[in-house]
């Protein structure tokens, strides 16, 4: 075996196999969870009813065959290797459409490390507020054009013998070319692999934990949500907060570990219909008033969704199993029709169709009856809470079904800093130890007023950690977001720091942009 | 376990890769074949599943196919056999798609009602389950003597609660499964252009003149004449807001409209899902040839709306409720909780076709002292029966469940509800064929949430017969789509302008003020 034939097989093979497989890596781990939401925010089906609406678009077409290449990540190692297969395939054709000479054999991945920096550019906009068909429709017919290149390139050659190659002879290449041009070609297909995940961390640093948390949720794996929001606790995101509450909520944990994470909100970098920043603080929403019990909020959202979006599996998905707790039958087989037509989604429907006209197994089903458990307690419209509902709601909530409710109440109102709602609501733990961080906020208001403590003398072993705490705080008293950072490490998960230091940045400006986003007010039908 | 669910994954895996393949061949619609009628059967008592149930309904002689699907899972094979009773019987037979679905050839469907114009067809099911041939209990269709007008106008939109995004109105023809666009707004977004399109109304069932309404951008009102178009903007300082319900005169260029301060509200936890109330409304009167506009009624303790002229055009009907007693204070959220106390009742106003001057309002529906509300009222084409959507309050009764339709018999002066024609959820706007003897209107039956449209006889004695949907090519349609029908109109004619013409003039024409005419 000689040197040479090392060296052609790498520069033939190797490289490309290499690349092959950090693409693997990098489409079915590092983005996995991400496309794998991507997958559930589209909809295609074998059916040109259904699919008319994406159809008739411009390149409609393209973004169904975009959407077909993206149920394949209905398992994201299969998506991954089909991403994988693409780009490879992509930068050899490349390659071989130029006839790079050894040495600029690195520029060949050059396009597919341009596709991979637009994926993590866009960060949320890569199928929020935009069609989820592009992600896989670039490159496949990026790969479809060159293929036909490299035929014609192919059958050119053959029939031309006199076929002028820009391929510089190898035997003419000196030793130094070649090393630089390997160093090179290793040097860009590690940057495809790193600089997209470093700049995607950089950029959009909620993309990953929030798509990890929102996968967990599709396995409801509350533990695992909760696990992901305390990694990343220092990220503070709406959209990353309101699936932690989530998490906490559905395993108990919401009066004690709320706080636990920064809830100071830093602004995503996203884009709406029209191309106007927007915060996406619709994104999390219908599942955070889904599980709060507030289906009928989530419903509208997700109505909405589906009136801008078109179909996705996301929200058929949603809109079946609002319409079971809700015991609209034929709407749930309506919804249950449309995403069997899908592939792959069977096993949803399996699973939700017997329930049909079966109010005893959707009580059964424990997802149901945990929301069963929190429905609104009297009835009443939604305009008439703050935004976000699952906040507002629960903020201004004043009779309740069970303790859970009122617990969840106490923290709507500690979370919105509503102390004389909170307080009011608070008489219903007394002669009790309340949730640590009732207890917490309780100590707080006995300075205010000191019945408080006789009300709940088990306060007084609050005192110490408090006397602390407001003697650390005192030096940030006028620079509150500088004694946000410093004391976070110290404090996170306490009450007083949060009532203090957390949440200082309104984000009321925000919400209201955010309900310009999409043509309004038609919709009486 | 695990095994069988993998290679269940794989086995859907190889049928969606099937599928791929296949996917230009499943944009073909499957066509059924003329099939043979089984000899050997066995009666079965077992209930026959199609949808749309077309059991036992009266229909157009013009109609189109009523195409169905069949299911049956232990079935591999359907035949269904239509006949007339006309002596010798005349029908035909035909097989099922793989998926149930019959598709019925359009020659011999309308061969078939010609003959039995007057008289019924029998449908006959065969099923064949794996013991041999099984015959369902044949049921019936009534073919009616009058024909239907055969075009349906109608607006598709998602039930959306805020937004909307692409729609349009359409025109289907009833006689077939031809559909036409009238108009449709842009199919991807632009903050500069998107605009809503909404109530569409023709004079006498004729498409000679129609309008429909254009807001946000490119707001206006399209009026038609014939071939001819142009672009208004009905709006005064003296006028509530723009116009809203629209009801053209039958023989004058006049259009009598509602102006309406629309707003809804989403319920929590209700057996409904919206309201949609009205903070004010009031009636104007627009004269399309002059291009004026004047009030008919504004009152400050009434709402006004949906007005309908008689079938003579000598009387104005409309629906009206009182303002109930209430704070001044936040006006708005008090009368949203109230908003179950709004109940309009229906009056009546002569009108003086040479003085373009109204009388004295007449009750005409007192719902109110019962505790009920009305809407939509809309007058026969013969003069004789005035039929209106009937429900516990409010005056949007599309989305109240309890509402339904019900008539007057303007000769008699009973009231009685179209008991066929409803079901349990929501029955509303509705239209008339220009003959008075067919109805369509939209139901929420299928679902609750998506409307439909219906089609009802409606017989000389006035009483309406169980209705139908709308027949499609593809029975399947109405499951997979997740949009509703909207105002479904019936006329004589095919609409006379074209889309273009139409976006035209949303486009690139200045809306024109009407007068205001004290």
């Known amino acids: 075996m000689s040197k040479r034939f090392f060296r052609d097989l790498w520069s033939g093979y190797i490289a490309l196999l290499l690349f092959f497989l950090l693409m693997w890596l990098w489409a079915s781990w590092w983005m996995g969870d991400t496309m794998r939401i991507a997958y559930e925010r589209s909809y295609v089906a074998p059916d040109a009813m259904l699919m008319h609406w994406l159809w008739q678009k411009p390149l409609g077409w393209l973004w169904i065959l975009g959407?077909?290449?993206?149920?394949?990540?209905?398992?994201?190692?299969?998506?991954?290797?089909?991403?994988?297969?693409?780009?490879?395939?992509?930068?050899?054709l490349f390659g071989y459409c130029l006839r790079l000479p050894i040495s600029w054999r690195w520029l060949q991945f050059l396009p597919a490390g341009a596709w991979l920096i637009w994926t993590a550019h866009v960060g949320l906009n890569l199928f929020y507020m935009r069609e989820p068909g592009r992600i896989l429709a670039i490159p496949f017919m990026w790969v479809v054009v060159l293929a036909i290149l490299a035929l014609f390139i192919a059958i050119y050659k053959a029939r031309h013998r006199s076929y002028v190659v820009l391929d510089t002879p190898k035997k003419e290449l000196s030793r130094r070319s070649m090393l630089t041009g390997d160093l090179l070609e290793i040097l860009v297909i590690a940057a495809c692999f790193a600089l997209p995940m470093e700049y995607l961390t950089t950029r959009h640093p909620y993309m990953r934990p929030l798509t990890c948390m929102q996968v967990q949720l599709l396995n409801n794996d509350y533990e695992g949500m909760s696990r992901t929001a305390h990694k990343y606790a220092k990220l503070s995101y709406h959209q990353m907060a309101g699936y932690y509450a989530i998490a906490l909520a559905r395993t108990g944990h919401l009066a004690d570990q709320l706080f636990d994470i920064r809830l100071e909100y830093d602004t995503i970098r996203a884009y709406d219909y029209g191309n106007q920043p927007v915060q996406c603080l619709h994104y999390h929403q219908i599942d955070c008033n889904y599980h709060a019990g507030l289906i009928r909020a989530a419903r509208h959202r997700a109505t909405e969704e589906l009136t801008l979006d078109g179909p996705s599996l996301y929200i058929l998905k949603m809109l079946a199993k609002i319409s079971l707790v809700e015991g609209d039958w034929e709407l749930t087989r309506k919804y249950l029709h449309i995403i069997g037509k899908a592939p792959f989604e069977g096993a949803f429907v399996r699973k939700y169709k017997p329930m049909i006209g079966?109010?005893?197994?959707?009580?059964?089903?424990?997802?149901?009856?945990?929301?069963?458990?929190?429905?609104?307690?009297?009835?009443?419209?939604?305009?008439?809470?703050?935004?976000?509902?699952?906040?507002?709601?629960?903020?201004?909530?004043?009779?309740?079904?069970?303790?859970?409710?009122?617990?969840?109440?106490?923290?709507?109102?500690?979370?919105?800093?509503?102390?004389?709602?909170?307080?009011?609501?608070?008489?219903?733990?007394?002669?009790?130890?309340?949730?640590?961080?009732?207890?917490?906020?309780?100590?707080?208001?006995?300075?205010?007023?000191?019945?408080?403590l006789q009300a709940f003398p088990q306060l007084e072993m609050l005192q110490s950690r408090f006397d602390l705490f407001v003697q650390d705080a005192q030096p940030y008293m006028q620079d509150r977001e500088a004694g946000a950072t410093a004391l976070f490490d110290k404090y996170h998960g306490y009450y007083p720091y949060y009532y203090i230091f957390g949440n200082l940045r309104s984000s009321r400006k925000e919400e209201s942009k955010e309900e310009g986003t999409g043509h309004r007010n038609a919709g009486i039908n | 376990m695990k095994t069988s669910n993998h290679i269940s994954h794989i086995?859907?895996?190889?049928?969606?890769?099937?599928?791929?393949?296949?996917?230009?061949?499943?944009?073909?619609?499957?066509?059924?074949?003329?099939?043979?009628?089984p000899t050997a059967f066995t009666e079965t008592t077992d209930s026959l599943a199609m949808y749309p149930d077309y059991r036992d309904v009266t229909i157009p002689p013009n109609i189109a196919p009523l195409n169905f699907q069949l299911n049956d899972s232990s079935a591999t094979e359907f035949v269904v056999a239509f006949e007339s009773e006309v002596a010798p019987k005349a029908g035909f037979s035909c097989g099922a798609c793989e998926d149930g679905k019959?598709?019925?050839?359009?020659?011999?469907?309308?061969?078939?009602?010609?003959?039995?114009?007057?008289?019924?067809?029998?449908?006959?099911?065969?099923?064949?389950?794996?013991?041999?041939?099984?015959?369902?209990?044949?049921?019936?269709?009534?073919?009616?003597?009058?024909?239907?007008?055969?075009?349906?106008?109608?607006?598709?939109?998602?039930?959306?609660?805020?937004?909307?995004?692409?729609?349009?109105?359409?025109?289907?023809?009833?006689?077939?499964?031809?559909?036409?666009?009238?108009?449709?707004?842009?199919?991807?977004?632009?903050?500069?252009?998107?605009?809503?399109?909404?109530?569409?109304?023709?004079?006498?069932?004729?498409?000679?003149?129609?309008?429909?309404?254009?807001?946000?951008?490119?707001?206006?009102?399209?009026?038609t004449h014939g071939n001819d178009a142009y672009k208004m903007i009905i709006k005064h300082d003296s006028i509530l807001a723009s116009g809203a319900y629209a009801c053209w005169h039958p023989t004058l260029p006049l259009v009598a409209f509602s102006s309406n301060k629309t707003a809804q509200v989403f319920h929590m936890n209700y057996n409904e899902k919206i309201e949609v109330?009205?903070?004010?409304?009031?009636?104007?009167?627009?004269?399309?040839?002059?291009?004026?506009?004047?009030?008919?009624?504004?009152?400050?303790?009434?709402?006004?709306?949906?007005?309908?002229?008689?079938?003579?055009?000598?009387?104005?009907?409309?629906?009206?409720?009182?303002?109930?007693?209430?704070?001044?204070?936040?006006?708005?959220?008090?009368?949203?909780?109230?908003?179950?106390?709004?109940?309009?009742?229906?009056?009546?106003?002569?009108?003086?076709?040479?003085?373009?001057?109204?009388?004295?309002?007449?009750?005409?529906?007192?719902?109110?002292?019962?505790?009920?509300?009305?809407?939509?009222?809309?007058?026969?084409?013969?003069?004789?029966?005035?039929?209106?959507?009937?429900?516990?309050?409010?005056?949007?009764?599309?989305?109240?469940?309890?509402?339904?339709?019900?008539?007057?018999?303007?000769?008699?002066?009973?009231?009685?509800?179209?008991?066929?024609?409803?079901?349990?959820?929501?029955?509303?706007?509705?239209?008339?064929?220009?003959?008075?003897?067919?109805?369509?209107?939209?139901?929420?039956?299928?679902?609750?949430?998506?409307?439909?449209?219906?089609?009802?006889?409606?017989?000389?004695?006035?009483?309406?017969?169980?209705?139908?949907?709308?027949?499609?090519?593809?029975?399947?349609?109405?499951?997979?789509?997740?949009?509703?029908?909207?105002?479904?109109?019936?006329?004589?004619?095919?609409?006379?302008?074209?889309?273009?013409?139409?976006?035209?003039?949303?486009?690139?024409?200045?809306?024109?003020?009407?007068?205001?005419?004290?």
């Open chain 1, 67 to 92: 959407r077909i290449l993206l149920t394949t990540y209905h398992w994201p190692i299969i998506g991954g290797l089909l991403v994988a297969i693409l780009l490879t395939a992509g930068s050899w």
């Open chain 1, 358 to 452: 079966r109010p005893d197994l959707v009580q059964a089903d424990p997802e149901f009856a945990a929301i069963l458990r929190v429905l609104p307690p009297y009835h009443t419209f939604e305009q008439f809470y703050l935004r976000p509902s699952f906040v507002g709601f629960y903020a201004q909530l004043k009779t309740f079904r069970n303790e859970e409710q009122l617990t969840w109440a106490a923290m709507a109102c500690l979370y919105s800093k509503r102390m004389p709602e909170f307080l009011q609501l608070c008489r219903r733990f007394v002669g009790s130890m309340p949730p640590r961080s009732i207890a917490e906020a309780l100590l707080i208001q006995s300075y205010k007023d000191p019945s408080i």
């Open chain 2, 11 to 37: 086995l859907h895996h190889l049928s969606f890769m099937a599928k791929v393949c296949g996917w230009a061949t499943l944009l073909i619609a499957c066509s059924s074949k003329p099939s043979a009628v």
């Open chain 2, 102 to 223: 019959i598709d019925i050839d359009l020659s011999l469907w309308r061969q078939l009602l010609y003959d039995a114009r007057g008289r019924s067809l029998t449908v006959s099911v065969y099923a064949h389950r794996p013991a041999g041939w099984v015959r369902y209990q044949p049921f019936t269709m009534r073919v009616a003597e009058e024909e239907i007008d055969p075009y349906l106008t109608y607006r598709l939109i998602e039930p959306g609660y805020e937004y909307y995004s692409q729609l349009g109105i359409y025109q289907r023809n009833l006689t077939n499964f031809d559909v036409e666009t009238v108009y449709e707004n842009d199919r991807t977004f632009s903050s500069d252009n998107c605009h809503c399109i909404n109530c569409h109304n023709f004079q006498a069932n004729d498409t000679e003149r129609m309008i429909l309404h254009v807001r946000e951008n490119h707001k206006g009102t399209i009026v």
């Open chain 2, 277 to 518: 109330y009205d903070a004010a409304s009031d009636l104007i009167l627009f004269d399309a040839d002059n291009n004026e506009v004047r009030t008919i009624l504004r009152t400050s303790d009434h709402f006004e709306t949906f007005p309908c002229w008689s079938a003579d055009g000598t009387r104005l009907y409309y629906c009206t409720a009182r303002l109930p007693k209430m704070p001044e204070e936040n006006f708005e959220a008090n009368l949203v909780l109230r908003y179950d106390s709004l109940l309009y009742d229906i009056y009546s106003m002569p009108f003086d076709t040479v003085t373009y001057t109204f009388g004295e309002p007449q009750i005409e529906i007192n719902a109110s002292a019962q505790h009920k509300s009305c809407s939509v009222p809309r007058v026969s084409p013969d003069g004789r029966y005035l039929v209106f959507a009937y429900a516990s309050y409010g005056q949007f009764h599309l989305y109240h469940k309890d509402s339904d339709l019900w008539c007057k018999d303007l000769q008699e002066g009973n009231l009685y509800p179209l008991t066929e024609s409803n079901s349990n959820d929501v029955e509303s706007y509705h239209s008339w064929s220009s003959n008075s003897r067919w109805q369509v209107f939209s139901s929420r039956r299928d679902d609750g949430d998506y409307t439909r449209t219906y089609i009802a006889y409606f017989d000389a004695q006035g009483q309406g017969h169980r209705a139908f949907l709308l027949p499609q090519r593809d029975p399947e349609y109405n499951l997979l789509l997740l949009k509703s029908y909207n105002c479904p109109e019936l006329t004589k004619n095919a609409v006379q302008v074209s889309t273009e013409q139409i976006r035209h003039l949303i486009y690139n024409t200045e809306a024109e003020l009407a007068t205001y005419k004290e």
